[in-house]
């Protein structure tokens, strides 16, 4: 139901913009929290950043704090992922997805998911 895009490979210090959409009519962006997760190899999915549903406010990792941020386009029923001043230890598969749930941190909590799109920091 969620389709992330974006990925790719980048340098350490460089920046990557992913996206996460959805082509279902009966899905509003704004109606949900939506999160962004990672998954690097052999680690557990990891909480990365979320923006909640209604008011937008947003909650981050301390890993990215100040280097990620999240925003969401309701027109376009989009949300973003900017990220900035990568390091090599944001290498992982992230993903996009969709709650209700107000712990918003918790992987379990979430309903619908996209496929993940891989992001690789090289130094």
């Known amino acids: 139901q969620l389709q992330a895009s974006g990925g790719g490979l980048v340098q350490t210090g460089g920046s990557l913009r992913l996206s996460c959409t959805t082509s279902e009519r009966t899905f509003s962006v704004g109606s949900y929290t939506m999160g962004w997760f990672r998954q690097a190899p052999g680690k557990d999915r990891e909480f990365v950043i979320a923006?909640?549903?209604?008011?937008?406010?947003?909650r981050y990792s301390d890993s990215v704090k100040g280097r990620f941020t999240i925003s969401r386009d309701c027109a376009k029923n989009t949300v973003y992922l900017q990220m900035n001043s990568l390091k090599s230890e944001d290498t992982a598969i992230y993903y996009c997805?969709?709650?209700?749930?107000?712990?918003?941190?918790?992987?379990?909590?979430?309903?619908?998911w996209g496929q993940g799109t891989q992001v690789t920091v090289s130094s």
């Open positions: 997805a969709a709650t209700k749930n107000v712990a918003l941190t918790i992987p379990e909590h979430y309903l619908y």
């Open positions: 923006i909640r549903q209604g008011g937008g406010s947003t």
